[in-house]
């Protein structure tokens, strides 16, 4: 399997799953269509030092990885979505108006959680999800991104943002939490 | 009735409960777990009606949490609610003793069809 081959080939299908959960989660239908007018690619903005933009705002990042136990091979999820958005997602999941900055960095997680086990649905057959890491700050590269290894990234905007949806085949999945793989053996020990 | 939450998102846990009351199922005692392990404690202290389950989740995850639970021969309706719903993982929880599988995003309505089997109103 090439995760590269198979991304260019189910594009659509990803920008349907992003454009999906937003409207899911958010409660507004979202426009991100491939080609769509206001999808493109904003003006690279300048980036305050270790602070995360996308679409020229602040960001908040979630990143995970799915693990092919078929070919081993590990494929990044990264969402990006402006700190404008992560906090109207953040008071819309814990009903209230001001939530904290805890509960949006939760927010976020979890929305790329949801994102990436539909993407793991829409890719693999046999496969582990790691759960998500957030962080306000731009996340360091993961090392696929720094050998240069082509990614794909799809947007979509809703309620006058652009959310960001990056996924990085080949990526190391380095500082990624995973869920525990103990053997029912051992389970049976468990207090 | 007693229902046990666990995820480890605190939105998420939100939702669910929020979700129960818009399905229905309003005015239960529900105890919420922030991982697999904290589950396993509360619902042996517990003894739930109803178990709500991520899959993914660290220390213990759902399905570690489901297979202690029926080796122990604990039978509580067990649901998982997790983001992936693909055919395999329904499968493989129906096989290890799920209610069901409950996909995120979900609504109401899915709520109210999977749970009226076990959940009073």
Known sequence: MTVRHDLDQVREDLQAVLADVLHAVLGEEPCGLPGAPGVDDPAPAPRAEGRDVVGGAPAVSAVLAVHDDASAAMLGVRLRVPARLAHRLAARMFACDEPMTDDVLDAVGELANIVGGHVKALLFTRARLSLPSVALRRPTPAAAEREGAPSTTLRARVLGDLAELTLLPRMAGEDLVWPPTLRPDVLEGQP | ?121
């Open chain 2, 1 to 121: 009735m007693k229902i046990v939450v666990a995820d480890d998102s605190k939105a998420m846990r939100m939702i669910v409960l929020r979700t129960l009351r818009q399905a229905g199922f309003g005015g239960h005692d529900v105890i919420e777990a922030g991982n697999g392990r904290e589950a396993l404690e509360l619902v042996s202290r517990h003894g739930p009606d109803l178990i709500l389950c991520d899959w993914n989740m660290p220390e213990l995850t759902g399905m570690q949490l489901l297979t202690v639970l029926r080796a122990r021969g604990v039978s509580t309706p067990f649901c998982f609610v997790t983001s992936e719903g693909s055919q395999e993982m329904r499968e493989q929880a129906g096989s290890a003793g799920a209610l069901g599988l409950i996909a995120k995003p979900f609504t109401a309505e899915v709520f109210s069809e999977v749970l009226s089997p076990v959940v009073t109103s």
